[in-house]
Each structure stands twice: as structure tokens, then as C-alpha cells.
């Protein structure tokens, strides 16, 4: 198994209500979010990071990073990435392991994109015990699959600049040109329906089980994102705010 990294309960009534159930900037919150392709785990962890006063940790970008820097660890992942290979889990684990380790996450973070399977999460889990700092909770936003597809396949993305549109819910002013600097719109091969089918059953065999393995571990935090972003926000912060860790 390996990952390639080549290519968002009940409502909690006002924004400003939801956000001091919350607790202080800083809880040494340490939050995984796990969900479908579409589901807005990248809206909703800015949300909350920012609410929190801590990082958001992207699998993607940190392999990116190293790559960039040269580090070894990332002309290891760089050899992967330019055959067009799976990044191993084992080299996946131990870059997340390292970052795990720095300063900047001692006061907590949110992981976006890792664990994806039922191997990382354990490896996670051992680094985490290591550094005797548990994981506060698994937060997962769930949406039908024909919403997935309804948000993948209506994006539209500029070759140019990569603004992202929608053509229902952030269209461009003019049909198909992008706003800032008029190039035709495209439709990404990765968000056409059938593609979009695809992933959800990689999703479904590769990712899934992730949650079961929290669920054991009475880790796990569920919340319907099948709403405007704002109102997922207000229903993941309810949620949240039930867990002990949030309320320091």
C-alpha cells in the first residue's frame, strides 16, 4: 500500500457561540480528519486550526517540502514520485514521524491526508505514544456519494493561476474564462464523474477502515457535511466541543 502525491450533531447555533465552547487559542489539540474526496476536510481544518492557534499538516505538502529541500528523506520520495510510483507507507510514516518531532506542533496540530489507511494509523499511533501525546480525537465529515460527486465534478479550474470555480456554487463572472486573468476554464480529468467514482472506491477499500479503527478506539467524532460550509463548521464545533480535550 503507499500514497500518491504526484498529481467539512446538531448545529451549535452563532459562529461566535460555537467558537468559545471551544475553549482557549491552544488545547494541545491533536486532530486527524478523515472523509470522501470532496468532503472538505481542507475548508474545515483551516476553520479550526485557525479557531486553535495550530498547524494544519498536509501529507502532500510535506512531501513536497523535503523534495524541494533535498532532505533524504525527500530524495527517497522524490524517486517515487518521478516514476510515477506509490510512495510507501513505510517512508510516508517515517516523514510524518519526523515532523511529528518539531517544535512548531508542541502545542498541537490537525493532520489532513494522513493516516489513509489502517497501517499508517497504527504507525501514528506509536509515534504518538512515544512522544506522550495521544490524539485528541478523529474527526469524520461524511457526505452521500452522489454529493461527492455533485461538488467534484461541477469544479472547474484555471490552467493559468489554479483558481478553483463551481458551476453552482462560485461561478466565474464570465462562462468558462477565469476572473483574474480571462484563460478558459478546464475540467480536471481527476473531477469528471466516472473518475470521481473511482476514487470513492479506492476511498472506500483503502481509507474507510481508518475510521473503524478509531471508532475501537472511542476516538471518533462524526459530522453530516452535506451543508454550506459555515453550518459544517458550527456542527463540527458542537461536536468537538463535547470532547474533553476542546474544553481546556
Avoid at 514521524?97 to 489507511?117: C, H, K, M, N, W
Avoid at 466565474?172 to 464523474?193: E, K, S, T, V, Y
Avoid at 479506492?202 to 481508518?210: E, F, H, I, S
Amino acid at each position: 500500500m503507499g500514497t500518491d502525491f504526484g498529481s467539512a450533531s446538531e448545529p451549535g447555533g452563532s459562529g461566535r457561540r460555537a467558537t468559545r465552547s471551544l475553549g482557549p487559542a491552544a488545547g494541545d489539540v491533536r486532530l486527524v480528519l478523515l472523509g470522501p474526496p470532496g468532503v472538505g476536510k481542507g475548508t474545515q481544518g483551516r476553520m479550526l486550526a485557525d479557531e486553535k492557534g495550530i498547524p494544519v499538516l498536509s501529507t502532500g505538502d510535506i512531501l513536497r517540502a523535503a523534495v524541494r529541500e533535498g532532505t533524504p528523506l525527500g530524495r527517497r520520495t522524490q524517486r517515487f514520485m518521478r516514476a510515477g510510483e506509490l510512495v510507501p507507507d513505510g517512508l510516508i510514516d517515517e516523514m510524518m514521524s519526523a515532523r511529528l518531532r518539531q517544535e512548531d506542533v508542541r502545542g498541537g496540530f490537525i493532520l489532513d491526508g494522513y493516516p489513509r489507511t489502517r497501517g499508517q494509523a497504527e504507525a501514528l499511533s506509536g509515534v504518538l505514544a512515544g512522544l506522550d501525546e495521544p490524539l485528541t480525537a478523529a474527526l469524520l465529515l461524511e457526505v452521500s456519494d452522489d454529493e461527492v460527486v455533485r461538488r467534484l465534478s461541477g469544479r472547474r479550474s484555471c490552467p493559468a493561476c489554479g483558481r478553483v470555480y463551481h458551476v453552482e456554487h462560485q461561478p466565474p463572472r464570465n462562462d468558462q474564462q477565469c476572473d483574474a486573468d480571462g484563460h478558459a476554464l478546464i475540467h480536471r480529468d481527476d473531477d469528471r464523474p466516472e473518475t470521481v467514482h473511482n476514487r470513492l472506491e479506492v476511498y472506500r477499500r483503502d481509507t474507510a477502515p481508518v475510521a473503524g479503527y478509531y471508532r475501537e478506539r472511542g476516538l471518533l467524532v462524526t459530522v453530516d457535511a452535506g451543508a454550506p460550509p459555515d453550518e459544517v463548521r458550527e456542527r463540527t464545533w458542537a461536536a468537538l466541543a463535547r470532547e474533553p480535550a476542546f474544553r481546556r
